[in-house]
């Protein structure tokens, strides 16, 4: 029995190494095509298309909330795979989708009822900009309300740690759909192109992976239950999902109109390009949470306290590894890349960006703790970790901006973040979870501050003395940092375990080359 619980767990460390690299490999396309395909697409439909697109795409996704049904997917079919429970996942899976359809089915109401209003709601723009709006918004909506049901696959695939093929096929989606939209502009298609291939590309993406679960997947959906108890566990998982949601969505959405009321239209604007950044950061930092919570479910089934502790300190360092990279460099170059990117009038979203991702040295790297937390259905916690963000930053806002402008927003949220993700939820996770965060810390941050600081020092001198005026001279100072920063953290921070896994993934890739040498 331990031979194969020894089998397994070693077959899904692959897996999550795979998932790990395809889905950076996936992100990093996301931000390149966004830095450099976006402005081009911009200049081809021109601004005031382009604000009509995302302004379809924030509208219907002002009321396309799942409330939290996705993640409650994720977290009861690894827990019920990992108890190897497949009747009960089963059941689960049938009045997951029946509640996705009846979700499905009131926002189709909802949204035609706000078609029907659009004249209305936008009527400050032009006759013939109100037409662009309602196609794009019929097109947009009608994909939304039809894919709406097939949500419960992604839950799917990461209870089976499926992340090879999902990563793989969503970098696909997102290489496809950009090539798709080039070339449709190229051709003269205009600004319906981008909605219309969006829909064709994510219809395909939703048949393949509909094929690959009946084929690859133990579980079927049974739609006979009425199991009272599993609607009961997922209404209480939901509500608390959607709490925390809807708190996020409140700082993200009321900063701006308090920004616009008390600074300036202007000062959003500064506010965003710092939003954006911190986007950013987050998305490379936390996506390697997903990958292990069917993993973490398997040590809750066996009651492994302890392996879920060095999970803990193994992946926090492996994430404060990428963080640090990220802040230490954005500090010594962010003023520069933000001249290059977005002009010389955009010197405070760097200051912005910076308040918004500092608590991120400590929030990103314990995603663990969340993962566990959601495995263990005691989300509440995060839910009271974002009212408290929510209303710190509500609260320290309307006094902040009058006096400093965005930068006064960005410090009220960096003061809810600290309070409400880092000091709270440091005590529930050290409380409720029963992890070892001063052990944490010790082996994570305090093991690894040394050599970011030193990184630091040394990559300032450079900025300092070579300052770049173009994208070639930025990139080069770029490549020289990261590979300072590699010698750096090898020297002073890799622990033996970690330079032993950086020499076999490089052994890999070495016999993989050498392999297809070989073939051609």
């Known amino acids: ?16 190494k795979i998932g790990a690299v395809m889905s950076y490999t996936q992100i990093f396309f996301g931000i390149l095509s966004g830095l450099i395909y976006t402005p081009w697409m911009i200049h081809e439909i021109g601004q005031a298309s382009y604000g009509l697109y995302m302004l379809t795409i924030s509208l219907i996704s002002m009321f396309a909330m799942d409330f939290g049904l996705d993640a409650a997917v994720s977290r009861f079919m690894s827990k019920y795979m990992a108890e190897g429970d497949h009747e009960r996942a089963g059941r689960f899976l049938g009045i997951a989708y029946k509640l996705f359809i ?7 109401l909802i949204l035609a009822v706000v078609y029907f209003f659009l004249d209305s709601i936008y009527s400050s723009l032009t006759a013939t900009e109100l037409e662009q709006l309602k196609v794009l918004y019929v097109i947009a909506g009608l994909f ?17 740690e499926q992340f090879l093929f999902s990563s793989a096929l969503h970098l696909a989606e997102k290489v496809g759909t950009v090539a798709l939209m080039v070339t449709a502009l190229l ?34 959906a049974n739609f006979q239950n009425r199991e009272k108890g599993i609607y009961q566990d997922i ?57 292990f919570l069917p993993k973490v ?5 066996r009651n492994d306290r302890e392996a879920i502790g060095y999970l803990f300190v193994r992946i926090g360092r492996i994430q404060l590894y990428i963080v640090g990279l990220i802040l230490a460099s954005f500090f010594i170059l962010g003023r520069e890349f933000m001249h290059l990117w977005v002009g010389p009038d955009f010197t405070d979203s760097y200051v912005i960006a910076l308040l918004l991702i500092a608590p991120s040295v400590i929030t990103l790297t314990q995603d663990i703790g969340n993962t566990t937390l959601i495995a263990e259905n005691k989300v509440k916690y995060r839910a009271f970790a974002a009212l408290i963000v929510a209303a710190i930053s509500m609260t ?79 990139g080069l100072k770029g490549i020289v940092l990261i590979s300072i920063y590699a010698i750096i953290m090898w020297g002073l921070a890799f622990d ?5 896994m950086f020499r076999q993934v490089f052994a890999q890739l070495k016999l993989r080359i050498l392999s297809i040498h070989h073939t051609s």
């Open 1 to 16: 029995m331990s031979t194969r619980m020894t089998l397994d767990e070693a077959a899904s460390n692959r897996k999550i």
């Open 102 to 108: 009846a979700i499905s089915l009131v926002l189709f």
């Open 144 to 160: 939304i309300v039809v894919s709406f049901p097939t949500k419960p696959f992604s839950g799917i695939l990461v209870s089976h």
């Open 187 to 220: 051709l003269g298609y205009g600004l319906y192109a981008l909605v219309i291939v969006n829909a064709l590309v994510g219809t395909i993406v939703l048949l393949i992976e509909y094929v690959f679960i009946r084929r690859k997947t133990l579980v079927r």
């Open 235 to 291: 209404f209480s998982f939901t509500s608390w999902s959607t709490i925390t949601l809807v708190a996020q969505r409140f700082v993200l959405n009321i900063t701006p109109s308090l920004l616009g009321i008390l600074a300036g239209s202007a000062s959003i604007a500064l506010f965003s390009v710092g939003m954006v950044i911190e986007g950013y950061v987050w998305t490379i930092a936390a996506s390697l949470g997903y990958l």
């Open 297 to 301: 479910s398997r040590m809750l089934s």
């Open 396 to 474: 320290l806002s309307p006094l902040l901006i009058p006096h400093f402008g965005p930068i006064g927003a960005a410090i009220a949220i960096c003061i809810g973040n600290i309070v409400g993700l880092v000091f709270y939820m440091n005590v529930i996770y050290h409380r409720v979870l029963g992890l070892d965060i001063l052990g944490f810390f010790r082996k994570c941050h305090l093991k690894l501050l040394p050599g970011i600081l030193l990184y630091t020092l040394i990559g300032w001198g450079i900025q300092f003395f070579f300052p770049s005026s173009n994208w070639f001279g930025f």
């Open 496 to 500: 033996e375990t970690e330079k032993a």
